[in-house]
């Protein structure tokens, strides 16, 4: 079993960053990622790192725009949004799985944080 904490969501105007962060309880091997759901719609993949940290996976609607990083030594997987947009308001979540290869669905995904507010405004 493994728990999620993430922290870092705020209110931001738009064009400003903003740096998420994710805590697991213990070492993960798999893959993290993270996802955003805003009010009445599904929730979408946004990003995901490699076990090793080496490798990262973006949609394309975010590519530019959102860096995830991971630091092993501290249990973290954080997520830059650089250049906010409206759009970009969401919960954040972040997610484990036990697996090496991507995964950009929910169900692909086994443990996941109860999620950070960001809001973007105009």
């Known amino acids: 079993q493994v728990q999620l904490v993430e922290s870092g969501g705020r209110t931001v105007q738009a064009g400003g960053s903003l740096r998420l962060s994710c805590v697991a309880s213990?070492?993960?091997?798999?893959?993290i990622g993270w996802f955003r759901q805003a009010p009445g719609k599904e929730r979408d993949f946004v990003a995901a790192?490699?076990?090793?940290?080496?490798?990262?996976y973006y949609p394309n609607y975010v590519k530019g725009r959102f860096t995830i990083s991971r630091d092993n030594a501290k249990n973290t997987v954080d997520l830059q949004i650089d250049n906010l947009k409206s759009e970009d308001t969401a919960v954040y979540y972040c997610?484990?799985?036990?697996?090496?290869?991507?995964?950009?669905?929910?169900?692909?995904?086994?443990?996941w944080g109860q999620g950070t507010q960001v809001t973007v405004s105009s």
């Open positions: 997610a484990a799985r036990s697996y090496f290869v991507w995964g950009t669905r929910v169900e692909e995904y086994e443990y």
């Open positions: 213990r070492r993960t091997l798999g893959v």
């Open positions: 790192v490699s076990g090793d940290g080496a490798h990262q």
